[in-house]
């Protein structure tokens, strides 16, 4: 947690305005259209990272499909995981979250100016509500990050299995998936080093429906799986 600190002191005089701005957008979301909203957040975003010295290193953004009304899937290291995606995203998304992060300072409202959803994995009825939505908003338009791992890899850029059910909504949406490989993204707060840090972002060709309308959920979340880890082995 050294570098949120650092990102803190280095954007010392940017700090209250950007908190008290964030704060205000999120306790009046439906004020702001979602593209003034993400531009916030990239602001925002974009200050911390290079108050933390981290630069996001981005690859494959033609890779985003033309059309609004996808999903990305990608590995999950850590709390930062998402700010690394807004950085290196410049189409706006949404996120669908554990509940245990919910409430996590700055994150909390991070994820209310998204209209990001929380899912309580233990709870069927209250997570079929939410693919339902998510299934609803990406038919209308929107972009949806997904983590199929459903918690964080402990092991750096080691992945763990992913879920065939967080692939539901995008089933039901009929919606591109976008497969997205972080590397190195535990590095920014999940270790005690404040160096210079590069954090890879890979958007890997999209599947389309009709590549993916025959096969299960378990077979679409381990084709997923093996091209996120394809690109890990050869970038990480």
């Known amino acids: 947690m050294k570098r949120i600190l650092l990102m803190v002191l280095r954007n ?8 008290i701005k964030l704060c205000y957008y ?6 702001y259209t979602e593209g003034q909203r993400y531009a916030l957040l ?3 975003d974009g200050r911390a990272n290079r108050g933390g010295r981290i630069q996001i290193d981005v690859h494959g953004v033609e890779n985003l499909p033309e059309e609004d009304g996808f999903i990305f899937y990608p590995n ?3 709390l930062y995981d998402v700010l690394a995606i807004i950085e290196a995203c410049p189409r706006p998304f949404s996120v669908v979250m554990k509940k245990e992060v919910a409430d996590t300072p700055f994150l909390k409202q991070v994820f209310a100016c998204m209209k990001a959803y929380a899912i309580d994995r233990d709870d069927i009825k209250q997570s079929m509500k939410v693919i339902l939505q998510v299934t609803k908003e990406v038919m209308q338009g929107r972009n949806f990050l997904i983590f199929a791992e459903g918690t964080r890899s402990k092991d750096g850029n080691q992945l763990l299995e992913f879920k065939g059910g967080s692939f539901k909504a995008a089933m039901k949406a009929k919606c591109p998936i976008v497969p997205v490989a972080l590397i190195d993204s535990y590095k920014s707060f999940d270790t005690d080093s404040i160096k210079p840090l590069t954090v890879q972002v890979h958007f890997l060709e999209p599947m389309s429906y009709g590549e993916y309308k025959e096969m299960k959920s378990v077979e679409i979340a381990a084709e997923v799986r093996r091209r996120i880890g394809q690109v890990i082995a050869e970038h990480g």
């Not at 010392?12 to 908190?19: E, M, Q, S």
């Not at 999120?26 to 004020?31: E, G, M, N, R, T």
């Open 12 to 19: 010392l005089l940017f700090v209250p305005y950007g908190w």
């Open 26 to 31: 999120a306790a009046h979301v439906d004020k």
């Open 42 to 44: 990239k602001l925002i």
């Open 76 to 78: 999950h290291q850590g």
